[in-house]
């Protein structure tokens, strides 16, 4: 019968300890292969545990066992990794997440949709005041300054840029839907509040 064999003499420096990593691998690889059958997977999880190694060589103490440090790391890393696949769901064409979806309860981002297309199709001089006046909160006073034009003109514009746009988007004045077709939109966005 053989003797077992002994570990190599552990080394002493980082050179050492480098250079040991190196004499390594084939062994990594070989312990990887035998974790994985997925050659290309086998080097990956080489790789990683040598980085993993590499970045925290100071918490190798001289005098121990490299190669059962080394393996450790290698095992360790391939158990994350294994958990990590466990959890997660491949899905490069994006087949399970759309089975995974489910639709809004409510419809505030059609509705929004509908805002959006709608204020694109006002004039400038509405969207204008009515971003500065409706979304920015801004007294007629100062949207009136802003634009250069009498506070007059300002209230003038976002009571027509209001109508406008209530009637583009199919609701009255007070929000409620005009016609068969039913659209919300909140209420201060029209009855200008917002």
């Given at each position: 019968?053989?003797e077992?064999?002994k570990?190599?003499?552990?080394p002493?420096t980082?050179?050492?300890i480098?250079q040991a990593?190196?004499?390594?691998?084939?062994?990594?690889r070989?312990?990887?292969?035998?974790?994985c059958?997925?050659p290309?997977?086998?080097?990956?999880l080489?790789?990683?545990?040598l980085v993993?190694?590499?970045?925290n060589i100071?918490?190798?103490?001289?005098g121990t066992?490299?190669?059962?440090w080394m393996?450790?790391?290698?095992?360790?890393?391939?158990y994350?990794?294994?958990?990590?696949?466990?959890?997660e769901v491949?899905?490069?064409?994006?087949q399970?997440?759309?089975?995974?979806?489910?639709?809004?309860?409510?419809?505030?981002v059609?509705d929004?949709?509908d805002?959006k297309?709608a204020?694109?199709?006002?004039n400038?001089?509405h969207?204008?005041?009515?971003?500065?006046v409706?979304?920015?909160?801004?007294?007629?006073e100062?949207?009136?300054?802003i634009?250069g034009?009498a506070v007059?003109?300002?209230?003038?514009?976002v009571?027509r840029?209001?109508?406008?746009?209530?009637?583009l988007?199919?609701?009255d004045?007070?929000?409620?839907?005009?016609?068969?077709?039913v659209?919300?939109?909140?209420?201060?966005?029209?009855?200008?509040?917002w």
């Amino acid at each position: 019968m053989s003797e077992p064999r002994k570990a190599p003499p552990s080394p002493n420096t980082q050179a050492e300890i480098r250079q040991a990593l190196v004499e390594l691998m084939p062994n990594l690889r070989a312990f990887a292969r035998s974790l994985c059958s997925n050659p290309a997977r086998a080097d990956d999880l080489v790789q990683d545990a040598l980085v993993k190694a590499l970045a925290n060589i100071e918490r190798f103490e001289p005098g121990t066992n490299l190669r059962a440090w080394m393996f450790t790391i290698l095992r360790n890393t391939y158990y994350s990794d294994l958990r990590k696949k466990r959890r997660e769901v491949e899905d490069s064409e994006g087949q399970h997440a759309a089975r995974l979806a489910d639709a809004p309860n409510q419809h505030g981002v059609v509705d929004l949709e509908d805002f959006k297309v709608a204020f694109s199709k006002l004039n400038n001089d509405h969207r204008e005041v009515l971003t500065l006046v409706g979304a920015f909160g801004l007294p007629y006073e100062e949207a009136a300054e802003i634009c250069g034009c009498a506070v007059g003109t300002v209230k003038s514009r976002v009571n027509r840029a209001r109508k406008r746009l209530a009637e583009l988007l199919g609701i009255d004045s007070d929000g409620a839907p005009l016609g068969e077709e039913v659209r919300s939109l909140p209420q201060g966005v029209i009855a200008g509040s917002w």
